[in-house]
């Protein structure tokens, strides 16, 4: 299984913009994780197989979305009202379970990081 994510970039507070995490094949449970310089890895938000449950860091509820197209084997993250605090390498990971787990270790497969850049 190969990740690839996509879609960061350099925004000033109060943008938007939308991650993007295509998998070489249908995966399941399926997040997002971010790593802030000098901070652990963190869970952001995760989706499972079918797309109909997804789950969120509370520092990001209400700003951020998690969403899958099966049929392009893709899962997004849209983010909206950036604030300099989500500064972060953003990492997807897929695991064989169906469900998204909030723990790293629980994921066999990790992408290569985005970088998102928040401007105050």
């Known amino acids: 299984v190969q990740l690839q994510a996509s879609g960061g970039g350099l925004v000033q507070a109060g943008g938007s913009l939308r991650l993007s995490c295509a998998s070489s094949?249908?995966?399941?449970?399926t997040a997002w994780f971010r790593q802030a310089p000098g901070k652990e890895r963190e869970f952001v938000a995760g989706?499972?197989?079918?797309?109909?449950?997804?789950r969120y860091a509370d520092s990001v509820k209400g700003r951020f979305t998690i969403s899958r197209d099966s049929s392009k084997n893709t899962v997004y993250l849209q983010m909206n009202s950036l604030k300099p605090e989500d500064t972060a390498v953003y990492y997807c990971?897929?695991?064989?379970?169906?469900?998204?787990?909030?723990?790293?270790?629980?994921?066999?497969?990790w992408g290569l990081g985005t970088q998102v850049t928040v401007s105050s």
């Open positions: 989706v499972n197989w079918s797309g109909g449950v997804t």
């Open positions: 094949v249908r995966t399941y449970g």
């Open positions: 990971a897929s695991r064989r379970g169906s469900i998204a787990e909030m723990f790293a270790q629980r994921y066999e497969y």
